[in-house]
């Protein structure tokens, strides 16, 4: 916790202390690596400016039936689940970082999804994502598709802002560590 900036963590009970063992050694080498693709301090990674003082982390403690993890901006928490939920911190990472970018601008919720109130560079950002050269874009047409085929994540959730925001996220510290 202290060298990542994370203010807390927890448990479900299931785990026992073998499997929370390998569990903080697996976050713990993914936000390294997480820290390295980004070019930002270890410390950084706790986004020590949250309104709660910083991000925390759940191993199986808060999830949701049939999700391989989740972030929760009202508590600032990611959770991972069980041994499903490996590979996928960067992409909550992702949307934490989303919600902390739209607290620098006084929102409350994801940056991605108000754009209305965020600077320029926000609003290409999220822009790139759904359109470029007057075309949309695969990655667009892609998660409409999955809109769907996939109905019951929810009308709309893979063509979300802020889901796009963090799969490009993801993919983004995935290319920067290959």
């Known amino acids: 916790m202290k060298c990542f900036g994370i203010r807390g963590g927890e ?40 309104e709660t003082g910083a991000l925390a982390i759940a191993f199986g403690a808060r999830g949701h039936s049939g999700a391989l993890a989740h972030y929760e901006p009202e508590r600032e928490v990611i959770n991972l689940t069980k041994m499903k939920g490996a590979g996928s911190l960067a992409h909550e990472w992702g949307h934490a970082m989303d919600a902390y970018i739209g607290k620098q ?42 809109d769907g085929e996939y109905k019951k994540a929810g009308n709309g959730y893979w063509s979300s802002a802020h889901e796009m925001f963090a799969r490009a996220f993801a993919c983004y510290v995935k290319d920067k560590l290959d």
């Open 105 to 146: 601008f006084g929102v409350h919720g994801f940056a991605s999804a108000n754009l209305s109130k965020m600077p320029e560079s926000v609003k290409k950002l999220v822009g790139a994502f759904k359109e470029q050269n007057g075309k949309e874009t695969f990655f667009y047409e892609s998660s409409k598709f999955f």
């Open 11 to 50: 448990f479900g009970n299931w785990t026992n202390d073998h499997d929370r063992q390998v569990n903080l050694n697996m976050a713990f080498d993914a936000f390294c690596d997480m820290a390295d693709a980004l070019n930002i301090s270890r410390r950084d990674i706790g986004l020590i400016g949250l």
